[in-house]
């Protein structure tokens, strides 16, 4: 009698990571997604379409089907699944510029180094690259672009929620800061007709962000400034939010943000945080997750809600209260102390 295929565990699963990520990478990088959802084609009909090998294509194919990325019929044409259908580029919630950067050189190289940052506690991606991130993403278009899009569809995701939660009326003047191509300001000024905005971020950022506010329905209420939150930030606004950066910095960078900030408020208005809280015990935690990537990709950290809390009353701040919005990301609300 044969025995029964032992059952992968959870390490052999962790261990094997690697090649899942590579096989999605590679899938996104040859657009197949975007090919399958025209008609299900052959391995070979892919390979021509996309400047492939047929063979090793096939068995690439095969391999995620078998994890249910795409799906293979009787006679043998593969077509998209549920899951597939997120790696199209024409989707609202793609992950596409996720899967493509996740297996690049310059990001896959970073995460090797993990056992560098572990060792002497500096940035993994400095260490590999001679450069931090952002410099780097300054000097790589197509790396900007990617990441730059991982962030955008990030914050779509959020967006919506962040505005049905927090009550904004009696707002006139909204500030984003590191606000990219726009998604959390245009779910905030769509909900809330009264309010004006701007968009304050790093200058090849704030470029594209023009081209997307059109297309966003917020162009004529909403100015794109270009600038560097370490050296000042804009004033003038009733509301200032920082979603998803104050954790790419430690406590020295941070500060520096939130005090700049803290100058630009004169005394008045709101600021809202928008970051993950880490939970305590031991329960699976994507922000646990996410913390050890801001000590590979840019020395920052995820944090709780104490540390959160001391950070802004360093910064001349005092936390008003903390507002959940979804799993572990909440807005924490702030006033100048």
Request: hydrophobic content about 45%; glycine content about 10%; proline content about 4%.
């Amino acid at each position: 009698m044969t025995a029964a295929p032992k059952k992968e565990g959870v390490l052999e699963t962790l261990l094997g990571g690697y090649r899942h990520t590579q096989l999605v990478h590679v899938a996104a990088k040859l657009g197949l997604a975007d090919q399958l959802a025209l008609r299900p084609q052959t391995a070979s009909d892919l390979a021509r379409a996309v400047g492939a090998d047929a063979d090793a294509l096939h068995r690439v194919l095969r391999a995620l089907a078998s994890l249910g990325i795409f799906g293979q019929d009787a006679d043998g044409k593969f077509c998209l699944t549920d899951e597939g259908q997120r790696l199209r580029s024409d989707v609202p919630d793609s992950m596409r510029s996720a899967a493509i950067t996740y297996g690049e050189p310059w990001w896959w190289g970073a995460w090797g180094g993990l056992y560098g940052s572990v060792r002497t506690g500096a940035t993994a991606f400095d260490a590999v690259h001679g450069v931090d991130l952002f410099s780097y993403l300054s000097r790589d278009p197509e790396a900007s672009s990617l990441f730059d899009g991982i962030m955008h569809v990030m914050t779509t995701r959020e967006a919506a929620a962040i505005a049905a939660r927090y009550d904004f009326s009696g707002t006139r003047r909204l500030l984003d800061i590191g606000g990219g191509h726009g998604a959390l300001a245009a779910a905030i000024l769509r909900a809330n007709p009264q309010m004006t905005g701007m968009i304050f971020d790093r200058p090849s950022v704030v470029e594209l962000a023009r081209e997307r506010l059109g297309g966003l329905g917020i162009a004529d209420r909403c100015e794109v400034v270009p600038g560097d939150f370490f050296v000042s930030v804009p004033g003038g606004a009733d509301i200032v939010t920082l979603k998803d950066i104050i954790h790419d910095w430690d406590d020295e960078r941070a500060l520096a943000i939130l005090r700049n900030t803290r100058s630009a408020m004169a005394g008045a208005g709101r600021l809202l945080l928008v970051e993950r809280l880490i939970p305590p015990g031991n329960a699976p935690s994507y922000g646990k997750l996410v913390d050890v990537a801001m000590l590979v990709l840019t020395g920052g950290r995820e944090r709780t809600e104490d540390e959160y809390r001391a950070l802004l009353t360093s910064a001349g701040f005092t936390t008003r209260r903390v507002v959940p919005v979804s799993g572990e990301t909440s807005i924490i609300e702030a006033e100048p102390a």
